[in-house]
T-cell receptor, first 112, second 115 residues
Framework: NAGVTQTPKFQVLKTGQSMTLQCAQD?????MSWYRQDPGMGLRLIHY???????DQGEVPNGYNVSRSTTEDFPLRLLSAAPSQTSVYFC???????????FGQGTRLTVV | AQSVTQLDSHVSVSEGTPVLLRCNYS??????LFWYVQHPNKGLQLLLK??????LVKGINGFEAEFKKSETSFHLTKPSAHMSDAAEYFC?????????????FGAGTRLAVHP
């Protein structure tokens, strides 16, 4: 029973590099979201999706792209990494009508 | 607009003494409220949730919270702290309508438990 799986767990990037953070869920939940966690700021919503083919921006979307081609996968793309994107990233899956969000274990990203 | 304020960034208690973590919220809609816990270098785990049913909500590991609409508060309590309770705690709000995919987090309260 994997739940929500994020890869990689750790990543170091140079400024200007691109990469994709992977998120997969096996619970068949409609909604998926990406958050970033920074000290003293809790988690902030980057992008979210209410179903395959549908995405929308959250509170801090700049510098990130997402797509949702299947129910299971919701990758987060950094096109040109910046030091301000150094953070811990969490993916979450929720189901309409069920309030508990299930989180992945997080990806710790450092941009140098 | 919705927001969450956790009134204490750090709380320190002795093992066996009560825990109180304070949370106030602001919401234009009927809210759902949650407490999540994050142990060091771990993901987030749901402690308890309020979704317009009973105002006193019991969660895992002996934690409970009371929804007080008149005070716009959702404080987390536990009668007797255990060393394993040391972690960061997040109060979270989301509107009941529109699904639960847009969570608004408080800044977090780091709980330290001393022997």
């Amino acid at each position: 029973n994997a739940g929500v799986t994020q890869t990689p767990k750790f990543q170091v990037l140079k400024t200007g590099q691109s990469m994709t953070l992977q998120c997969a869920q096996d619970m068949n939940h409609e909604y998926m979201s990406w958050y970033r966690q920074d000290p003293g700021m809790g988690l902030r919503l980057i992008h979210y999706s209410v179903g395959a083919g549908i995405t929308d921006q959250g509170e801090v979307p700049n510098g990130y792209n997402v797509s949702r081609s299947t129910t299971e996968d919701f990758p987060l793309r950094l096109l040109s990494a910046a030091p301000s994107q150094t953070s811990v990233y969490f993916c979450a899956a929720t189901s309409q009508g069920e309030p508990e969000a299930f989180f992945g274990q997080g990806t710790r990203l450092t941009v140098v | 607009a919705q927001s969450v304020t956790q009134l204490d960034s750090h709380v320190s208690v002795s093992e066996g003494t009560p825990v109180l973590l304070r949370c106030n919220y602001s919401s234009s809609y009927s809210p759902s409220l949650f407490w999540y816990v994050q142990h060091p270098n771990k993901g987030l785990q749901l402690l308890l949730k309020y979704t317009s049913a009973a105002t006193l909500v019991k969660g895992i590991n002996g934690f409970e919270a009371e929804f007080k609409k008149s005070e716009t508060s959702f404080h987390l309590t536990k009668p007797s702290a255990h060393m394993s309770d040391a972690a960061e705690y997040f109060c979270v709000v989301t509107p009941i309508s529109g699904g639960y995919n847009k969570l608004i987090f408080g800044a977090g309260t780091r709980l330290a438990v001393h022997p």
